[in-house]
């Protein structure tokens, strides 16, 4: 039948698959390099800066410590969330109007991936990991200054610190997916202010 034939053509090229561009491995290769590097500098400081923060202070200070830490991932999360539900054209609208942090805004939607990761598994994970630890170190004082269970006090700091983190980040997808363009512009804005001071260069389009 000649719905079962196929041309010479067709049947040459089956065969083959396109040879995948060295560009492209490239490319993902430098930024897996970034990526382990970034995790790396971000996690020693920010872990300095818990360490440091809860020398020697109240609790007063250390759950807010521990409720920075928190919210910092929640804001990442959401950045992240945002980026990949953002649309193109209400940005290129304002951009085409020269609005302030539209450019950059746009720069985060056509770099979704990178940016996405940046925020939710990069920043969301090491806050996470950072708050878990400072509430380690919040039930370790809790338990030598009270007679307590150290269970107990360790079950009942893990619970608020998973309750309001995953709790936290649900309403955070929610807020992010409803007003996912302002979300990201105002994260253009802040990338605009400080931009003469960081380098972008990873989140020009096509680059």
């Not at 800066?49 to 928190?70: D, N, P, Q, R, T």
Request: a positive charge.
């Amino acid at each position: 039948m000649d719905g079962d034939r196929s041309s010479p053509e067709t049947s040459k090229t089956a065969g083959k698959k396109k040879p995948p561009s060295s560009s492209k491995k490239n490319f993902n290769g430098r930024w897996l390099v970034t990526i382990f590097f970034t995790t790396l500098a971000i996690s020693m400081t920010l872990s300095f800066l818990s360490s440091e923060a809860l020398e020697g202070v109240g609790y007063v200070v250390a759950f807010c410590v521990l409720g920075f830490f928190i919210f910092l991932g929640i804001v990442f999360d959401v950045i992240g969330v945002a980026v990949t539900a953002a649309e193109d054209k209400p940005l290129n609208s304002m951009a085409a109007r020269r609005v302030n942090g539209a450019k950059e805004a746009l720069a985060l939607v056509r770099s979704a991936d990178k940016v996405s990761s940046f925020c939710n598994d990069v920043v969301g994970d090491i806050c996470g990991i950072i708050s878990g630890s400072t509430g380690a170190v919040i039930a370790a004082r809790l338990v030598q200054s009270f007679s307590f269970s150290s269970v107990v006090i360790s079950l009942l700091v893990s619970g608020i610190v998973s309750a309001l983190t995953v709790g936290g980040k649900a309403v955070g997808k929610s807020f992010a997916m409803n007003f996912s363009t302002q979300i990201v512009h105002f994260a253009g804005r802040v990338i605009c202010l400080f931009k003469n001071i960081f380098s972008f260069g990873w989140l020009k389009k096509g680059k």
